[in-house]
């Protein structure tokens, strides 16, 4: 059985930090892209990064880009997105998904490229 399980959301303050997990089960963990997305209340899920599946390669969007931090253990088939400077304009959902790819181009925010996806951590920001 396929599953991608969030977990590090909560509750945090302005300026604060998280460090949010992924972990994968029932698919070649190491022959997939990861991505992480979030989706604010009101908005639709946009692409906040990407780690391709060698580690190799990184994408940020821009809102995040100096502040989150995408990384991966292909031996515990967890992913990680390492969130610093937590604003108010950062809570959402937080999603992670599986994309069968080796790269992670500019395009990596186009969801309909993922196959499997995580249910999601919420993040709040609040003081």
């Known amino acids: 059985q396929v599953q991608l399980v969030e977990s590090g959301g909560g509750l945090v303050q302005p300026g604060g930090s998280l460090r949010l997990s992924c972990v994968a089960s029932?698919?070649?963990?190491?022959?997939?892209?990861i991505g992480w997305f979030r989706r604010a209340p009101g908005k639709q899920r946009e692409g906040v990064s990407c780690?391709?599946?060698?580690?190799?390669?990184?994408q940020y969007a821009a809102s995040v880009k100096g502040r989150l931090t995408v990384s991966r253990d292909n031996a515990k088939n967890t992913a990680y997105l390492e969130m610093d400077n937590l604003n108010p304009e950062d809570p959402a959902v937080y999603y992670c998904?599986?994309?069968?790819?080796?790269?992670?181009?500019?395009?990596?925010?186009?969801?309909?490229?993922?196959?499997?996806w995580g249910l999601g951590t919420q993040v709040t920001v609040s003081s």
């Open positions: 998904a599986a994309d069968r790819a080796f790269y992670c181009s500019e395009n990596y925010d186009y969801e309909e490229l993922y196959r499997f």
């Open positions: 029932g698919f070649s963990f190491d022959a997939h892209n």
């Open positions: 780690i391709s599946s060698s580690d190799r390669s990184t």
